[in-house]
């Protein structure tokens, strides 16, 4: 008779300790075992005493791997092509994603402790390639081995497709088997390629005659395919399936979310459609937590900068703003401070419009229009749930600033996002909105103001050294050696842009007691500068420049995103 190994004790003992098991039902399942020697987390399921993917995630969480939602997976093209479907099947292995860049291929597998397959697999690839294998349900692993073989992945292939063959638009919504869809798989294939090329957004454009498509990369927009016109009714029905947008409207705008495991982990999308006079307009805005969640370490703050930034969350009351234009990062720079001081001593509460990025143990609601919860009265309601700090996503109006300021005068730590050009623009702003300087004095805690510059390509940099005009906005003095600068250039790591990522400049403007009595007494703002300068303000040009000198990024691209004509004079 056959004993269980202890290998399957192990696993019992995994399920027991998270409690997704019960003693009596693992004592069943051994039993089983010995009549039929099936695995152990087969005949949990099999005997109905768990879901797949509950033990999917159970094993996930003991050891210490990712589990992935098949169910839910937009699949890599090109880690398909490196597996043969054969070897897949029999190891119960799908291949999710190919990383060009790190070298290392993603492997799902249901059963971790089959090294053998994995072998097989590592002996096709060359010496240098690295393997990471994440967790999935055997079932979802067939199911996709199934589906996905056989079928035309790359973007070419699936037009080469949509061009040969006829589409049948009622099917596209279909439920049953739609993945033999061509233009279910020509959306799955931009997605995947915008996420791969590290797009914030992606956008599909009708024309008269033709539907343009364009990534926003590092904040740039970039032409990526140019499609025929006849193509986009189907994709955009695709589209709005599965954001859970209603089809058959054409005429009003309207809203909705995607989330899917792209490259093997969740990444959540936001839709928007607009109707235009060629047709619907449709963007997706790319909500990746792994890069929208950073510890502030990371933010690419020099130490002063950083202990500014700590000293004013140390404070356990008022206000801290976060300003700049749209997408210059104010969002992930917030969600870095609450990330930071997230704990169970503590209740976060968040108002936001929407909820981009779901965080731990915070408490996090969407404004909506409908249930007319807006800004103001969300605050109102969220001071009744005994919050120590609270998010509110934006100060649009004077309703919404005095709330804010009424939360921060009453022991609660605020944080919100104001549009204005520099840190201390912050502060006539607020007073255009209706807030007393006498209130504003000793309730504002701090001001960030932000911009995100591309930073520049380390393969394809070029060293120059710097221009008699360029010493000037460097603040060199008249007979100072020459510092050398960097300029872009393009080549294949970067797609020939020059640029590769981004890079936050940030000013901090703390308050003290010095700084609040000039507000009250309603201080002009070059006194208010001035005063901030002597304290080590350092203004936005300052720490862009920083970053030029250090070869990060360029003064063609600082030129962009920070006004340096004041420097020029």
């Not at 520099?422 to 300087?437: H, K, N």
């Not at 890079?503 to 403007?509: N, R, T, V």
Request: proline residues 4%; charged residues 25%; hydrophobic residues 45%.
């Amino acid at each position: 008779m056959n004993r269980p190994t202890d290998k399957h004790r192990q696993l019992g003992q995994i399920l027991l300790a998270q409690g997704v098991i019960s003693e009596d039902q693992l004592r069943i399942a051994l039993l089983e075992q010995m009549k039929n020697s099936q695995a152990l987390g087969k005949l949990l399921v099999s005997l109905g005493f768990l879901s797949e993917a509950t033990l999917r995630d159970a094993l996930g969480k003991a050891l210490g791997k990712r589990s992935v939602d098949l169910s839910n997976a937009v699949i890599d093209a090109q880690a398909l092509r490196m597996v043969p479907r054969e070897l897949a099947k029999r190891h119960r292995i799908l291949p999710l994603d190919w990383d060009a860049e790190a070298n290392r291929l993603t492997l799902a597998t249901a059963d971790v402790n089959d090294i053998v397959g994995v072998d097989k697999i590592r002996a096709l690839l060359p010496d240098a390639v690295g393997i990471e294998t994440v967790i999935a349900g055997e079932s979802e692993i067939l199911r996709a081995v199934d589906q996905y073989y056989g079928h035309e992945l790359s973007i070419d292939g699936i037009l080469n497709e949509i061009e040969t063959g006829e589409i049948d638009y009622r099917s596209i919504a279909a439920s049953t088997d739609e993945y033999s869809q061509p233009v279910v798989r020509l959306i799955n294939a931009l997605i995947t390629d915008a996420v791969k090329r590290e797009a914030s957004d992606l956008h599909f454009e009708p024309e008269a005659s033709f539907l343009r498509i364009r990534y926003r990369i590092d904040g740039i927009l970039r032409q990526i395919r140019a499609l025929h016109k006849s193509y986009w009714p189907a994709m955009a029905v695709r589209i709005k399936v599965i954001s859970g947008m209603n089809i058959a409207e054409t005429r009003a705008p309207q809203d909705g979310r995607i989330s899917l495991n792209v490259s093997g982990r969740p990444i959540d999308f936001r839709v928007s459609s607009q109707p235009t006079v060629h047709g619907e307009n449709i963007v997706l805005r790319v909500l990746d937590r792994q890069k929208g969640l950073m510890p502030l370490e990371r933010l690419g703050l020099d130490e002063d900068q950083l202990d500014r930034l700590r000293l004013m969350i140390a404070r356990p009351e008022g206000l801290i703003l976060a300003t700049g234009p749209t997408g210059s990062g104010k969002t992930t720079t917030l969600y870095s401070i609450l990330n930071q001081i997230n704990s169970e001593a503590i209740n976060v509460m968040t108002l936001e419009d929407p909820v981009e990025y779901p965080l731990g143990m915070i408490r996090q609601t969407s404004i909506a229009d409908a249930l007319k919860l807006d800004f103001a009265n969300g605050v109102r309601s969220m001071m009744r749930q005994d919050p120590d700090v609270i998010l509110v996503g934006e100060i649009r109006d004077a309703e919404t600033a005095e709330m804010a300021f009424r939360a921060a005068m009453t022991g609660h730590q605020v944080y919100s996002t104001l549009h204005t050009n520099s840190a201390l623009g912050a502060l006539p702003r607020l007073a255009d909105i209706g807030i007393l300087a006498d209130i504003m004095a000793g309730n504002i805690i701090g001001v960030i103001a932000q911009r995100l510059v591309r930073k520049l390509c380390v393969h394809c940099r070029q060293p120059y050294r710097a221009e008699p005009h360029e010493m000037r906005l460097l603040g060199a003095g008249a007979g100072a050696p020459a510092p050398v600068l960097y300029r872009a250039v393009g080549c294949e790591a970067c797609e020939y842009q020059g640029y590769r990522g981004r890079q936050a400049l940030m000013e901090i403007l703390r308050m003290d007691d010095e700084l609040d009595e000039l507000v009250a007494r309603r201080a002009t703002l070059r006194e208010l500068g001035a005063a901030a300068l002597r304290k080590g303000f350092r203004p936005l040009a300052d720490d862009g420049l920083r970053r030029v000198l250090d070869g990060t990024t360029s003064l063609d691209e600082l030129a962009r995103v920070v006004d340096l004509t004041g420097r020029m004079a």
